[in-house]
């Protein structure tokens, strides 16, 4: 498909340590050759990003396109990029040092190395840290627009999850390594152009029908993100196939191509290259506890030492026989739960900040906690009860929830691609065979 579930080329690239930066070579003249909007894309930057998809796919062992049509599609992401970019800044979306820092820790982290381990790694292969953060930087700025346009639009309802349920049975954790290749369709196409593509589309079909290679065909004529990578869209999950192949891919043999599937971005052709079945499922318990608890926090007329003493004070209060929903109603500075004695209910892991819930995990039944500092200020915790509980068929549940979710994404993303692209003012200024 055309979607790139949020992970987009120059990513791949940094976390397979691919130079992202083309041998500096002494250009006399410089060019446009895409204008966007407001914006000018250079030859230089075209020409950089070619580099960039060369190496990659060089370190892939995955044959290369001509110039002119790996040049025509690194430019058309190029475009789509910095509309998106363009989106971000009129937003004022930005990512701050905290959050940018931490992501390229964890690519640092993915290969096995320490930050200053990465950064040499980078100069060995003639690239700047500050080159890889500022690239990791447009990324997340570029998930960010995609996050606040696209995910907003989704929702996934109960009787969805229902039937996805009734109609995927026990083979959801089948995982499919596909193969696809997309013949485009512009916004609000017109008959003559839809009925184009549909042809095209069909011969294409046969020509696969007759033994032609799937890669090299898809190199050569699709529009899909991945045609440079031959169309390979590596493994997926039966549970989390996009919404178009879902109904097609699980009813194709290991080697066969679909029939053209129509879609909003346009016709697609869907190889099953391989399969493999999942695990059976297993049992998920978790540990819930029953508590209650009284908050007190800091405020401008009593500080943390001040709120700690208060704490402590309630605690020996009821460890001498009060009432702990008394001092509750009394006391706590939590209006959500001060009402109902303290209330909390039965809680799980995850659900209560850190250091709340250790303190719990470490209680008896019946203990009353000494104050416990967080964020919020300083509780005082009574472990009311604690108990083993399935949530097998609830985590499946909220994973098919997810999954629907992303799947919905993944097909509003490509509306959505379209629509600002063709909101865009665009002037593509490429000559193919140009040097």
């Known amino acids: 498909m055309r979607l790139r579930s949020f992970a987009l080329l120059g990513f791949m690239l940094l976390l397979a340590l691919v130079p992202l930066v083309a041998s500096a070579q002494p250009q006399p003249l410089d060019r446009i050759v895409a204008v966007v909007n ?20 060089a370190s892939r062992d995955i044959p290369v396109p001509s110039r002119d049509e790996l040049r025509r599609q690194v430019l058309d992401r190029m475009v789509v990029e910095q509309i998106q970019l363009q989106m971000a800044e009129r937003a004022n979306v930005s990512v701050d040092d905290t959050q940018l820092n931490a992501a390229v820790r964890k690519i640092a982290e993915n290969n096995g190395m320490s930050l200053d381990e990465f950064a040499d790694s980078l100069e060995k292969n003639g690239m700047s840290l500050a080159t890889v953060r500022e690239q990791v930087r447009r990324e997340m ?3 960010q627009v995609q996050q ?46 839809v009925e184009q593509a549909r042809a095209k589309a069909r011969e294409l079909y046969r020509q696969l029908q007759n033994g032609a290679d799937f890669q090299q065909l898809a190199r050569a004529e699709s529009d899909g993100e991945q045609a440079s990578a031959g169309g390979d869209l590596g493994w997926r999950r039966g549970d989390r196939l996009p919404t178009i192949f879902a109904d097609v891919v699980p009813q194709l043999a290991d080697g066969e191509v679909s029939e053209p599937v129509r879609s909003a971005s346009g016709f697609h052709l869907v190889k099953r290259i391989d399969t493999r079945g999942g695990q059976s499922e297993q049992k998920i318990v978790v540990t819930e506890n029953r508590v209650r608890h009284i908050l007190i926090g800091t405020n401008p007329n009593r500080n943390d030492e001040q709120a700690q003493a208060l704490a402590q004070d309630i605690r020996q209060r009821i460890a001498e026989g009060a009432s702990f929903a008394a ?10 739960t001060a009402l109902d004695g303290g209330e909390l209910g039965w809680v799980r892991p995850g659900q209560m900040v850190p250091a709340f819930e250790d303190a719990v995990n470490r209680m008896t039944v019946g203990e009353l906690s000494q104050p416990v500092r967080s964020r919020f200020g300083y509780h005082v915790i009574k472990l009311e009860d604690r108990r083993k509980k399935d949530v097998t068929r609830e985590a499946q549940r909220e994973q098919i929830r997810q999954t629907l979710f992303q799947r919905k994404v993944n097909n509003e993303m490509e509306a959505w691609l379209q629509e600002i692209r063709a909101d865009a003012y665009i002037d593509i200024r490429l000559e193919d065979g140009q040097q």
């Open 327 to 336: 001092m509750a109603q009394q006391y706590s500075d939590d209006d959500g």
């Open 38 to 57: 407001k914006d000018a894309i250079m030859q230089s930057q075209l020409e950089d990003r070619v580099a960039q998809v060369r190496k990659q796919m």
């Open 141 to 143: 700025l570029l998930r």
């Open 148 to 193: 606040s346009q696209v995910a907003s639009r989704v929702n996934v309802t109960d009787s969805e999850v229902d039937r996805y349920l009734d109609q995927q049975g026990s083979t959801s954790d089948t995982a499919y390594h596909l193969g696809h290749l997309l013949v485009s369709l512009p916004q609000s196409p017109s008959p003559e152009q």
